[in-house]
Every structure is written in C-alpha cells, then in structure tokens.
C-alpha cells in the first residue's frame, strides 16, 4: 500500500506570505473520535497572505450516527437536514483535494485533526503534521493568554479581536472566520518578529509557535465545545 504524504516535503524555513494555507472546520455529530461522524466541513483557501474567497468548499455529509441533541444545540443540523446528502466517501475527495498541498489552518487544531486523520488514511493519505492553530497563536499574542485550562471560543476571541464573524457554528463561516484570524495573528507576530530585527517571519516560526502554545485536554476522546 503506497501512502502519500502531501505536504511532509514541503520547506518550512520561507517568508510565512509565500505559503498556501487552509482553514478547515467541522461539524460532526459529537465529539466522541472513536464513535462519532462529520456532517459538514468547510475550507477556506489562503495565497500570498489573501483569502481567495471563489475557492471555497462547503459540503453536508449524511451520517450514519445520529447527531447528538447537544451538537444540534451547537449546529443546528438534524438528521433530516442531512438526508439527501452524500456520503462522506463520496465527497471525501473533495476535502484531500482542497487540503492537498497547503498547510492546514484550524481553531482548536487538535481536533479537526483527530477526525481527519482515519478517513484520510482511507483514501491512504496521512494528514500533514504541519498544522497551525488559531487557538495557540492567540495565546502567543495574549488575546487568550488567561485560557490554559480550555479552549477559546472562536467566535469570543474574533470579538475580541475586533475581526468579522462569519455565520457561528456553520463550517464554512467558522472556516472563513479561522481563515481571517490567522491572518491578523500572524501578522501581528510578523511585526513583533520584524521589530526584533528580524527579515521575515518563517512558516517555520509559526509552526513552532503554535506547536508550542497549543493546548489538549488529558482525555482526549470526548469534550464539549
């Protein structure tokens, strides 16, 4: 069986501008990795430090676990609103394809990347380990410095931020909302970098500061979000 890694050969020691990127949310059934399923999924693309709006993915997936009552609280998507959706085998495709090549850009990262990671391995791709995180650049700047018990909420911290909410709680919107924040976020510690005397921010930089500043709870299977 021949895997494929996507962006694992890709140089991270360049300008952070010249990098594709893509931010990606989910809605799934619930939070519990092991049991349950993606419903809809959103992804925003990113060039040259731009969002590249006519390159959007949205997609409804029909699961074959319920949702639960709490995510419906969360999302709003029953499974009636699902019936005449595709499978996710069917629409998975599309998902690699658009992440294909970029580096992957979510809030919370840790958990897009648990649900990703089996079905990739479906379609025998792994996900790339070059993933950054909305959360954890936020720490880094201070927006979310008080938060080391649990996660900021995305649509909290954009207020914050004084950026633009995008549709809360619908893939794409928060996709779109992800996408726009991690450009105010690294940009922000460009400048810092810049300030210090420093020619560019890497990607390599980023990377390591969101690796660095990220956050798991100890049982990784089940939390509320």
Same mark, same amino acid.
């Given at each position: 069986m021949k895997w494929r890694f996507g962006m694992e050969q890709f140089s991270s020691d360049v300008?952070?501008?010249?990098?594709?990127y893509c931010a990606v949310d989910l809605e799934t059934t619930g939070l519990d990795f092991l049991k349950d399923e993606i419903i809809s999924f959103g992804v925003v693309q990113i060039r040259q430090g731009r969002v590249v709006t006519e390159d959007n993915l949205y997609?409804?997936?029909?699961?074959?676990?319920?949702?639960?009552?709490?995510?419906?609280?969360?999302?709003?998507l029953r499974r009636i609103d699902l019936e005449e959706a595709?499978?996710?085998?069917?629409?998975?495709?599309? %998902?690699?394809?658009?992440?294909?090549?970029?580096? %992957?850009i979510a809030h919370a990262?840790?958990?897009?990347?648990?649900?990703l990671q089996g079905h990739f391995r479906?379609?025998?791709?792994?996900?790339?380990?070059?993933?950054?995180?909305?959360?954890?650049?936020?720490?880094?700047?201070?927006?979310?410095?008080?938060?080391?018990?649990?996660?900021?909420?995305?649509?909290?911290?954009?207020?914050?931020?004084? %950026?633009?909410?995008?549709?809360?709680?619908?893939?794409?919107?928060?996709?779109?909302?992800?996408?726009?924040?991690?450009?105010?976020?690294a940009t922000e510690i460009e400048r810092e970098s810049m300030a210090k005397g420093r020619d560019f921010l890497s990607l390599k930089d980023l990377l390591k500061i969101s690796k660095n500043n990220s956050w798991r709870p100890k049982n990784q299977i089940r939390l509320s979000r």
């Open positions: 300008n952070w501008r010249d990098v594709e997609r409804k997936v029909h699961p074959r676990v319920t949702p639960s009552l709490s995510s419906i609280k969360v999302h709003g595709d499978r996710l085998e069917v629409v998975l495709p599309e %998902l690699v394809s658009a992440v294909d090549g970029k580096i %992957l990262a840790w958990i897009e990347s648990a649900f479906q379609v025998h791709r792994r996900l790339s380990k070059k993933v950054l995180d909305t959360a954890a650049l936020a720490r880094r700047t201070g927006y979310a410095a008080e938060l080391n018990g649990s996660e900021p909420s995305l649509e909290s911290l954009a207020k914050r931020m004084h %950026l633009p909410v995008y549709s809360p709680h619908h893939a794409l919107g928060d996709a779109m909302t992800t996408a726009v924040m991690f450009l105010a976020l």
